[in-house]
């Protein structure tokens, strides 16, 4: 089982960056998928989750500064972030729940297989 996060880097406050998630050793399907943010001394936290059938839930649904999507046929999920901001900064994991819906990506001990994530920092 496979997962590897890509594409962060240091950027300035308002820029965007494109996250991917590729996948592989599992049946890709039949997850839900998450990306995480687990920011400096913090715990990790779901910022965004997709279902199986393409559903999404983001941890702050006002703000809309990211949209995460997936494409089944590559195996992949993506994070599209924008208007970055410092406290955006962190390392940003994907995360795979089987089976499970929506309602559990914002608990840390559903989850079944995790990457090893990817850093963005965002400078002020």
């Known amino acids: 089982v496979q997962l590897v996060e890509s594409g962060g880097g240091l950027v300035q406050t308002g820029a965007s960056l494109n996250l991917t998630c590729t996948t592989s050793?599992?049946?890709?399907?039949?997850?839900?998928i998450s990306w995480l943010l687990q920011g400096p001394g913090m715990d990790r936290e779901a910022v965004a989750c997709?279902?199986?059938?393409?559903?999404?839930d983001y941890s702050d649904p006002k703000e809309r500064r990211f949209v995460i999507s997936r494409d089944n046929a590559k195996n992949t999920v993506y994070l599209q972030m924008t208007d970055l901001k410092p406290e955006d900064t962190g390392v940003y994991l994907c995360?795979?729940?089987?089976?499970?819906?929506?309602?559990?990506?914002?608990?840390?001990?559903?989850?079944?297989?995790w990457g090893q994530g990817t850093q963005v920092t965002v400078s002020s």
């Open positions: 050793g599992f049946s890709f399907t039949a997850y839900t």
């Open positions: 997709i279902d199986r059938r393409g559903a999404s």
């Open positions: 995360g795979a729940l089987y089976m499970r819906g929506l309602e559990y990506a914002f608990g840390e001990e559903w989850y079944d297989h």
